[in-house]
């Protein structure tokens, strides 16, 4: 960088900033510029470019980390303001400070969440993380989504001293299938190509390291063909004695894994941005997942052996975040040309971003290393002390006698200005439900719904059975045809305890009101652990925002509505946050058209179970057991699949009152564990008429129901719309099988909650439902199943 | 000397790929295509003799049970009697971990060798489609242009 640049105007700082891709406002631009006034020198390229990658969005969370004023109007119009003094801090991380749970071992502060898995003092704990990667896969879908999951995979292996990955999660958010998918997206590439691309690339990736993919949900919707969302979750394995790490002054800074290349240079900064077209195609990154496998089986030997004390992954921003992040507190010194490359040619600048995959970046002690490289060389994985960590508070990157970069710590960590920025919020307009169509018609199409309907053509991809420990599994019956809620892993062979992996992500509710999307996303994930019989006391979430451009204040408006839910549900339901992230920007614009995603939270959660052989699923197990309703049905039709047949935005999103729902959720728990209990499903897209199909051809039993016996808000009964009561939303709603000794102990369970017997589960294949106007609806297991099947791809 | 291997399926086996792509080809309304034949291209670069691509050719890139693998010189040009191919690389600078395998494997076989390894797909189409309709069909359809070229033979 020539000595201008310490002269250089606030407009000539910003077109910097874009010529070179920083993504750093006029405000970041500033403060860089009277930092190293104070040097009395001009940043290097590579200076600005590290302090660019460290920075960025996508690495500094600057929005969840801002003050915002939110001023919201309420449905007469009235305006309130409201002061977070910094987002994240304010909702999220507060309630789960507030909760205090001493089984969360780690949360906030490391690659991933940590939390005790045992409640007698035992010695495991798992780390759980879910990471986005939309940009990326928007515009190469199976690099993308690959490199997505195997950057999570990494942040599990860096999380503490490393855990063992046992499952993978993957959720995601298409644009429409049928005649739209084949329409090209902003990107150039259709639809059909990006799901096909990022389930490919998901399912290699996992299947090659041999992890099982166990959990996820796919939404398909128009607000989506720009901008997929592709979340990638990892849940591992660890002793309790790895979650704490250091670095020390003197450490030695050892990368391992692949060797680096042009690829992915720009990532960090380029996530951190709205999408548009002439992306070059050195963002992109592919992975091999080969040789991570490879480096994961090595590290996993080093940790137990305790060659190295710190450890993190080379994610978005390669060594340069890396390297930052670990001596933040000491200072370090990098050699880069130590660094093992793909190939000749590669400028030092590149090697220090370049974001090339399957890295970690260790801190080793200088008697450990010359061990730590031998065992690495053993396995034919590359690895290579490229520097060490110092005392002197500085980041120092030299090449040969060039120094390219030459920083104080502080500045590159703390020196980013903080926000302040500005959200509204105001109601849409209540638009009248309309009349319903033909029930018997209405259900099969409902099911039919690319969003509702059987996602095994994805699933199925994967493998969900490899390390052997799936108990409870993405498809569960006895011909392995009904949707589980939740998947349950064992966590030893010798041992019957267990975890339960779920997600919640209702992104189409945002439309009515953010607040409740993030309500509802907290409940499914919570309902979904219940229903398999998971422990309710040991509920741990994580959150993954995805928004537009946050600097319209309508956009943040959302974040701010859902940051606050997060905060309400979760105090009350007493699930505390272990690990989060966000991606924004999320809007594509090409030939100056913008078209931002809806703002979408997907909630993962795990949970304990104390005996996986206890784990109920979600299937029709015996002909006369009973079938009971579970939580109140309300006239809350806004967002519903039923409304998207009818083709409306009418009617009002579900809400949610947790201090009512909680105590539900305890006592069904209780008859689970008590064993009263012989199939659970929670009610969710599609209501109560998709959760009683899916359990019918799930078991291969059919039932009758009466919905005269549901129970109804009162609005609801008087109103005496049967479609309602089949197709509503609700939260807090189960469908629960029960054999008829159990009934009584059940009832006696549930003793003040919200529960009818609605019916029986029968012989013959045919599910027939009695309306509130008691006229009967009947259909077939067979043709049930042939419209749950058919809303694939063609 | 440099050298080009192209690894199809035997005769004997069922392409399912090619037989997707023709149907792929059929949906997006492409004219005169007939049969479909798809496979794997390599480009291996260094001080290689005929002998030692074959032996990497027949070892490492074909499965001797259901595939078989031509050896050409790099820069034979190959098309198909009564059709036209289809090769399509990754462009330089990204990622070819199918390449950095197969320069391992070979490493692993004592043939040191072989320096670089550019991997790609090719696509053979019979009938009577114009390159420019062909090129269409592979750009909107087997490839990312961000990441890919295509070239028509």
């Excluded at chain 1, 500033?30 to 040097?39: L, N, P």
Aim: charged letters at 25%; aromatic letters at 6%; a neutral charge.
């Amino acid at each position: 960088m020539s000595g201008d640049f310490l002269s250089l105007s606030s407009d000539a700082l910003v077109a910097l900033s874009k010529e070179r891709g920083l993504s750093l406002n006029a405000e970041e631009m500033a403060a860089i510029q009277a930092h190293f006034k104070t040097q009395g020198r001009s940043p290097t390229d590579p200076e600005l470019e590290t302090l660019a990658q460290t920075w960025s969005e996508h690495c500094k969370h600057k929005t969840f980390r801002a003050a915002v004023r939110h001023i919201e109007k309420d449905e007469n119009g009235l305006e309130r303001g409201r002061n977070y003094k910094a987002l994240l801090k304010d909702t999220i991380v507060k309630v789960t400070e507030d909760l205090n749970k001493p089984w969360c071992l780690s949360v906030f502060k490391d690659n991933a969440g940590i939390v005790d898995a045992s409640s007698d003092g035992g010695t495991d704990a798992l780390a759980f993380k879910v990471e986005t990667h939309n940009h990326p896969s928007a515009l190469e879908p199976y690099g993308g989504a690959g490199t997505g999951l195997g950057g999570v995979i990494r942040d599990i292996l860096g999380a503490g001293l490393g855990a063992k990955p046992i499952a993978n999660s993957d959720v995601f958010c298409f644009g429409p299938l049928g005649e739209k998918a084949e329409k090209k997206t902003g990107s150039g590439l259709s639809t059909r190509r990006i799901v096909n691309g990022v389930v490919s690339g998901v399912r290699d990736y996992g299947n090659r390291m041999g992890i099982p993919t166990v959990s996820g949900a796919v939404v398909f919707d128009d607000d989506f063909a720009e901008n997929p969302l592709v979340f990638c979750g990892t849940l591992g394995l660890m002793p309790k004695s790895t979650i704490d790490k250091s670095v020390r002054s003197g450490d030695i800074i050892v990368m391992a894994g692949g060797r680096v290349g042009r690829d992915g240079i720009h990532g960090a900064t380029f996530s951190s941005d709205t999408l548009t077209t002439g992306i070059p195609s050195s963002v992109v990154q592919i992975g091999n997942p080969i040789v991570q496998k490879k480096m994961m089986d090595v590290l996993l030997v080093a940790r137990d052996r305790g060659l190295y004390r710190g450890i993190t992954d080379c994610g978005a921003g390669g060594l340069s975040s890396a390297v930052g992040e670990m001596g933040e507190k000491t200072g370090a010194r990098v050699r880069l040309e130590k660094v093992p490359l793909k190939y000749a040619g590669i400028v030092p600048w590149e090697i220090w971003l370049s974001e090339s995959q399957e890295r970690m970046v260790m801190a080793v002690p200088p008697k450990n290393l010359e061990t730590l490289l031998g065992l690495f060389a053993d396995e034919d994985v590359d690895a290579a002390a490229i520097g060490e960590f110092t005392s002197d508070g500085r980041l120092k990157v030299m090449h040969g006698a060039d120094t390219l970069v030459d920083m104080d710590m502080s500045f590159l960590h703390d020196g980013v200005p903080k926000r302040s920025m500005e959200s509204r919020w105001s109601p849409p307009p209540l638009v009248e439900f309309p009349k319903g169509a033909p029930l018997k018609k209405s259900l099969l199409a409902v099911l039919a719904q690319p969003t509702v309907a059987s996602k095994e053509w994805v699933v199925r991809q994967y493998d969900h059975e490899v390390q052997g420990r799936t108990v409870v599994k993405p498809f569960v019956g006895p011909t392995g045809v009904g949707p589980s809620d939740a998947s349950v892993l064992q966590l030893h062979p010798s041992a019957r305890r267990g975890v339960a992996l779920s997600a919640g992500l209702n992104p189409h509710y945002s439309r009515w009101d953010a607040y409740w999307m993030a309500a509802s996303a907290i409940d499914e994930a919570v309902r979904n652990l219940v229903a398999v019989g998971a422990r309710p006391d040991r509920i741990a979430i994580l959150d993954n925002f995805c928004g537009g451009n946050p600097w319209r204040p309508e956009i943040l408006g959302d974040l701010v509505r859902a940051a606050q839910a997060c905060h309400d549900i979760a105090r009350v339901y007493g699930t505390p946050f272990i690990s989060g992230k966000d991606s924004l920007f999320n809007e594509f614009e090409v030939a100056g058209r913008r078209k931002a995603i809806p703002t979408t939270l997907l909630i993962s959660a795990l949970s304990l179970v104390d005996d996986v052989a206890k784990a109920v699923t979600m299937d029709f197990k015996k002909p006369g057991n009973w079938v009971f309703a579970v939580g109140e049905t309300r006239d809350e039709m806004g967002g519903s699949r039923y409304g998207v047949h009818l083709g409306t935005r009418g009617g009002a999103v579900p809400r949610l009152t947790p201090e009512d729902t909680w105590p539900v959720y305890e006592k069904l728990s209780a008859a689970i564990a008590a064993g009263d209990v012989a199939s659970c499903h929670d009610c969710s897209d599609g209501g109560l008429g998709v959760a009683l199909a899916e359990m019918c051809f799930g078991g291969g039993w059919g039932a009758q129901v009466d919905l005269r016996k549901l129970p109804l808000s009162a609005e609801l009964r008087r109103e005496g719309r049967t479609d309602k009561a089949l197709f509503s939303e609700s939260n807090g709603r189960f469908l629960v099988e029960v054999a008829p000794a159990s009934r009584k102990a059940f009832l006696s369970a549930m003793d003040g909650a919200p529960v009818a017997a609605l019916g029986q589960v029968r012989e013959p294949s045919t599910l027939t439902v009695v309306g509130l106007d008691g006229k009967s609806t009947s259909w077939t297991l067979k043709e049930l199943e042939k419209s749950w099947r058919s809303g694939g791809p063609a | 000397m440099n050298w080009r291997v192209l690894v199809h399926l035997k005769p004997t086996v069922a392409d399912h790929h090619g037989d997707h792509i023709r149907r792929e080809s059929r949906l997006a309304g492409l004219a005169g295509v007939g049969r479909v034949r798809a496979g794997h291209a390599y480009e291996l670069h260094g001080d290689l003799s005929e002998k030692d691509a074959r032996f990497l050719a027949d070892r490492v890139l074909a499965d001797p049970v259901t595939q078989e693998a031509a050896v050409f010189p790099a820069d034979h040009v190959r098309r198909p009697q009564g059709g036209r191919l289809a090769e399509i690389w990754l462009k330089q600078g990204v990622a070819d971990p199918v390449a950095d395998t197969v320069r391992l494997a070979a490493r692993d076989a004592g043939l040191e060798a072989l320096t670089a390894v550019r991997s790609g797909q090719v696509v053979d189409f019979f009938g009577i489609a114009t390159p420019a309709a062909l090129r269409r069909f592979c750009e909107d359809h087997l490839m990312n242009p961000l990441v890919q070229t295509v070239e028509i033979r």
